[in-house]
Nanobody, 124 residues
Framework: QVHLVESGGGFVPAGDSLRLSCTASGRTFSSLDIAWFRQAPGKEREFVAGISWGGDRTSYTNSVKGRFTVSRDQAKSAAYLQMNSLKPEDTAVYYC?????????????????WGQGTQVTVSS
């Protein structure tokens, strides 16, 4: 089992930045692919960004490329999502997810463990 805890969400004006954190416990963190997903009210949960277990591969959905950066700190068993130039359409609950399946990072069904989510609200 893997226990994931997100933090760092908040209410910010458009153009501002936030940094989300995801801390993991229960399994060797360095063996896990990590991804961030988000879900807005009335919408499906969608992939935002992901990072491979070794940190050598990252992936982003098109709408956040150039604005968001995913990273990880193996020593701290933590992953991060730096979000810059936030837009109102980024408003959602953001979830951290983990898997050791070594499958496509961006596919929601490939993830075995999920955090409880953290709310990000961007005002216009």
């Amino acid at each position: 089992q893997v226990h994931l805890v997100e933090s760092g969400g908040g209410f910010v004006p458009a153009g501002d930045s936030l940094r989300l954190s995801c801390t993991a416990s229960g399994r060797t963190f360095s063996s896990l692919d990590i991804a961030w997903f988000r879900q807005a009210p009335g919408k499906e949960r969608e992939f935002v960004a992901g990072i491979s277990w070794g940190g050598d591969r990252t992936s982003y959905t098109n709408s956040v490329k150039g604005r968001f950066t995913v990273s990880r700190d193996q020593a701290k068993s933590a992953a991060y999502l730096q979000m810059n130039s936030l837009k109102p359409e980024d408003t959602a609950v953001y979830y951290c997810a983990a898997t050791n399946s070594r499958m496509t990072i961006s596919i929601r069904d490939n993830y075995d463990w999920w955090g409880q989510g953290t709310q990000v609200t961007v005002s216009s």
